[in-house]
Nanobody, 128 residues
Framework: QVQLVESGGELVQAGGSLRLSCAAS????????MAWFRQAPGKEREFVAA????????EYADSVNGRFTISRDNARNTVYLQMNSLKPEDTAVYYC?????????????????????WGQGTQVTVSS
């Protein structure tokens, strides 16, 4: 079965950096667009970043644009989220997600409803 396993979340001070990883199995990873979402306590899940199946197209939420970078390694079946200049408002559980239409449509989506598979999440806490 499809599994997405996130890692790399931890407690960090404001201004610091983290790199999240999401290892995928049970799917042909290079066919899938991938994304990161996050959910803070009491808030809805929100889009963070997405990357096309080839890595040639990326999309970012305005709140993280210029600070976060999404990338992928199709040989390792892994997608990454490099997070720099972290702020307390970045505190959330971060989820990776996979869209099986990736190679077929060539675009990335920012709505969680476009994604078929989800990981369990990794906690990122940014202290002020």
């Amino acid at each position: 079965q499809v599994q997405l396993v996130e890692s790399g979340g931890e407690l960090v001070q404001a201004g610091g950096s983290l790199r999240l990883s999401c290892a995928a199995s049970g799917l042909t990873f290079s066919n899938y667009a991938m994304a990161w979402f996050r959910q803070a306590p009491g808030k809805e899940r929100e889009f963070v970043a997405a990357i096309s199946w080839s890595g040639g197209r990326t999309e970012y939420a305005d709140s993280v644009n210029g600070r976060f970078t999404i990338s992928r390694d199709n040989a390792r079946n892994t997608v990454y989220l490099q997070m720099n200049s972290l702020k307390p408002e970045d505190t959330a559980v971060y989820y990776c997600a996979a869209d099986r239409r990736g190679r077929g449509v060539g675009v990335v989506f920012t709505t969680p409803f476009a994604y078929d598979y989800w990981g369990q999440g990794t906690q990122v806490t940014v202290s002020s």
